[in-house]
């Protein structure tokens, strides 16, 4: 058997079980998609020339599993797994949805991974707007600092705008823009996270901080810290390496990484580079499409 057979067999389990999950997931109360919507672009509060959509995608969007099934999905913000410690007001089921060219290039690229012994595991997707404005109204509460000790040891809550680590608007509202990780094969699965448990710096060596199956990166993902710059000096050996193949297969199909970020990156041309959506993540947002 080839090292891609043995790859697609590994993975198809898991692809299986993300599906049976994600199509029976209940989605949250109060985001039920209108029907007949077709989420054009509308003006937003938010700024000048910024557009919010409706509540349905338009269908330039997709489910990632539609497209590249063998992409394993740990969608941190509908867990309380996150800097936040609570699940993410927009985030109704664990579902990576981005544009189709994005979804399209992320194909490609995991079959080169694949070939290698290696998947894509995504940590989030497209991010509705009321998602970031969730993160905001968190950051100004600063006595809410509970992930402290795991996202951001080494920042002060009050600096979290300033350092650029939070903003008002987010590319990945617009739908081109994942975070995303690497995981050997066969993949091992991720021990549950349990609110209240001893928190580690997401700096730290790789078998102390959470493990979540990736191969090391340096830090953890969402690691509030300039450690996560992708090209920082202080990472090297194996850790550089990684991270250098994460970038080099997501360049090779489009995708420019964020510096300050080394799971951030952005397919590119955007098919919306000027619009926010605010669409719920839901199977029933991308539903037909």
């Known amino acids: 058997m080839t090292r891609l057979a043995s790859a697609l067999r590994a993975l198809a389990a898991t692809a299986a079980t993300l599906l049976a999950v994600t199509a029976a997931a209940p989605g949250a109360s109060g985001a039920t998609v209108t029907a007949g919507t077709t989420g054009a672009p509308g003006v937003s509060a938010t700024g000048e020339g910024s557009r919010t959509a409706g509540p349905s995608a338009p269908e330039e969007f997709v489910a990632l599993p539609t497209v590249a099934p063998t992409i394993i999905h740990d969608m941190r913000y509908i867990t309380p797994h996150n800097f936040m410690g609570e699940r993410v007001d927009g985030y109704d089921q664990p579902l990576c949805i981005l544009t189709r060219p994005a979804a399209r290039a992320l194909q490609r690229a995991q079959w080169k991974l694949l070939r290698q012994g290696y998947s894509l595991k995504v940590y989030d997707c497209y991010r509705p707007q009321r998602a970031v404005d969730h993160f905001v109204r968190w950051a100004k509460d600063l006595e809410d600092e509970a992930m402290k000790p795991e996202f951001y040891p080494q920042v002060d809550k009050s600096r979290l705008f300033t350092d650029g680590y939070i903003a008002e608007k987010s590319g990945h509202s617009r739908g081109s823009t994942v975070?995303?990780?690497?995981?050997?094969?066969?993949?091992?699965?991720?021990?549950?996270?349990?609110?209240g448990e001893k928190l580690v710096p997401c700096y730290a060596p790789q078998g102390e901080r959470f493990r979540d199956n990736s191969i090391d990166m340096g830090t953890g993902y969402d690691c509030f810290d300039t450690l996560s710059h992708t090209d920082d000096p202080r990472v090297q050996g194996e850790q550089r390496a990684n991270r250098q193949l994460l970038k080099n297969t997501l360049a090779d199909v489009g995708f420019t990484n964020l510096p300050e970020e080394w799971w951030h990156f952005t397919h590119k041309p955007e098919v919306f580079p000027d619009t926010y959506f605010d669409f719920p993540v839901s199977w029933r947002s991308v539903a037909g499409h």
């Open 179 to 195: 975070d995303l990780t690497i995981v050997k094969l066969p993949a091992k699965p991720t021990r549950p996270y349990v609110p």
